[in-house]
């Protein structure tokens, strides 16, 4: 790839993605990492005095832009770095097509890398703008296939493959997928000795021990580790709330909307699959296609962003049809890159109109925020799943919860967010014992209550359905405002809530039954 080409190449991921440089939070994701990283950086140890169950590695990015600009001004360096990361993924893949796809035209890397910048975009903002963790964990995992590619049957290059492999996995879980991938075609592949390619296998193994180790000890060391472990536990339940009978539907409505926007990617890239299934290289892009496909299905929600995973092998399988596509009838490959591509950027650019003709406004947090403001300093702890509050509002958590669905059971994007639909069964129950020594010990200036206003489907969890956070409401807490959907509580002075105490010792399932 000529240096022109590369550069031409990094102008379209920054304008493709310029929106998110004048947005500094695109989505309920983002704030709930820049919270917690926020946290983080004012001493709270991650899973224990700060909460949520996604790998480690995606706070620390978090944090370490905010170390470095604060927390708005770090969102933007987040973005600026995200468009880097997204820019050397597909330059990575334009290598591995290079390299290993032998007989190709020479514009195929180019294909490749182009494919991967365009159709990660084309998708709503919070897919496909927001720094969510499936984009920066496609760069280890690219890199982690093309290391292995070139490994040759060299164990410190096996060993790096797994290294980078565990590095992806501490951003998403799923990332783990490739590991067994790699470990087959390591035992398949190389030497016709079986001895080195079981060593091979064995270092792929190590490096990936090797990463998860690390990060193991670096939670201990700050004693976060029982905690990370309990959370980690915590995704076999939103596994199976993300397994119901709507499934299906779930998959048609979101996947039919993802490939239909990048209809060129999956139908040339599924073509490729078809017409060259002999060829070696093929046979493993495959493999990865597949393994990827696992991924995007577990836990059953098929959000935008989990479709990333995909997009980096339909990008290499698709990238030579592109090219054969391009030299016949350049409109139609033209039209299949560009119309979603400006489509999806304009929609990101008039986020909130959108939104206000779709009938689904966001909620006007930055009234609650300003109206907080107005009144004084102090912590917060809102009741609901509303984390761009704890962002703008900018202020102490005063709960380690960043959103109270582990009080609730509300699982986004299944039926427990419906009304009728009883989700106490996913309440995590050891959850409320937590809440309860948070208010007590941190006294919250602040509690807020999205349920009167249905704020972020919270319509159906008033406080009232939950007897040992009313408690605290009434013997610590007064009703002082109510804004744009939202009640305001205030922590009265010299509040004595010794009955709450000792309510803290009761059975952590009297939290309530919701429908």
């Excluded at 334009?94 to 494919?115: F, Q």
């Excluded at 993802?258 to 060259?276: I, M």
């Amino acid at each position: 790839m000529t240096r022109r080409a590369a550069f031409l190449l990094l102008g379209l991921c920054i304008a493709l993605r310029a929106v998110s440089l004048v947005r500094p939070c695109l989505s309920d994701d983002e704030a709930i990492y820049a919270t917690v990283a926020r946290e983080m950086l004012t001493g709270h140890e991650l899973y224990r005095d700060v909460v949520d169950h996604k790998p480690p590695a995606i706070y620390v990015v978090y944090a370490a832009t905010q170390a470095v600009a604060g927390p708005v001004g770090g969102m933007v360096v987040l973005h600026l770095l995200l468009i880097g990361v997204v820019f050397a993924t597909a330059m990575l893949l334009a290598r591995i097509v290079r390299l290993h796809w032998p007989g190709t035209d020479s514009r195929t890397p180019i294909a490749a890398a182009l494919l991967y910048i365009v159709y990660t975009t084309t998708l709503v903002d919070v897919d496909g703008l927001a720094a969510n963790c499936e984009l920066f964990m496609m760069l280890p995992l690219v890199g982690a296939v093309a290391v292995f590619l070139d490994a040759r049957g060299r164990l410190g290059d096996h060993a790096l493959a797994g290294m980078l492999i565990g590095v992806a996995c501490l951003f998403k879980y799923q990332a783990g997928i490739q590991l067994p991938l790699l470990g087959v075609a390591a035992l398949l592949g190389g030497s016709r000795r079986f001895g080195p390619r079981v060593a091979a296998a064995a270092a792929l193994g190590v490096g990936f021990a090797a990463t998860i180790g690390f990060a193991a000890a670096w939670l201990w060391r700050g004693g976060g580790l029982d905690a990370a472990l309990f959370w980690w536990k915590f995704n076999l339940a939103y596994i199976e709330a993300g397994s119901g009978r709507d499934l299906v539907q779930r998959l048609v409505l979101r996947g039919g909307l993802v490939v239909g926007s990048a209809a060129l990617l999956y139908v040339l890239g599924t073509a490729a699959v078809v017409a060259a299934r002999r060829d070696p290289f093929v046979r493993f892009m495959t493999g990865w296609l597949v393994v990827s496909a696992i991924a995007v299905f577990v836990g059953g929600r098929f959000f935008g962003h989990y479709f990333h995973q995909l997009t980096a092998p339909l990008a290499v399988l698709a990238a030579p049809a592109v090219v054969r596509l391009w030299q016949r009838r350049r409109a139609v490959v033209v039209a299949a890159i560009a119309v979603p591509a400006v489509a999806f950027l304009v929609l990101g650019a008039l986020h909130d109109r959108v939104m206000g003709w779709y009938g689904e406004p966001d909620p006007d947090y930055a009234r609650v925020a300003a109206w907080l403001d107005a009144r004084g300093d102090g912590a917060l702890c809102v009741w609901g799943n509303s984390p761009v509050l704890y962002f703008q509002a900018n202020r102490p958590l005063g709960c380690r919860f960043v959103f109270s669905n582990y009080l609730t059971g509300a699982s986004p994007a299944t039926a427990t967010q419906t009304r009728g639909v009883d989700s106490s069964r996913y309440i995590v129950h050891e959850a409320w014992p937590m809440l309860e020594a948070d208010l007590d010990e941190r006294e919250p200036r602040f509690i807020v209550d999205g349920s009167p206003g249905d704020v972020a489907s919270y319509g159906k969890y008033p406080p009232a359905n939950f007897p040992r956070l009313a408690q605290v409401l009434d013997c610590a807490y007064q009703p002082v405002a109510e804004v744009a959907g939202m009640q305001i509580y205030e922590r009265r002075p010299a509040a004595d809530c010794g009955s709450h105490r000792a309510a803290r010792t009761a059975d952590p399932r009297s939290a309530g039954r919701v429908q």
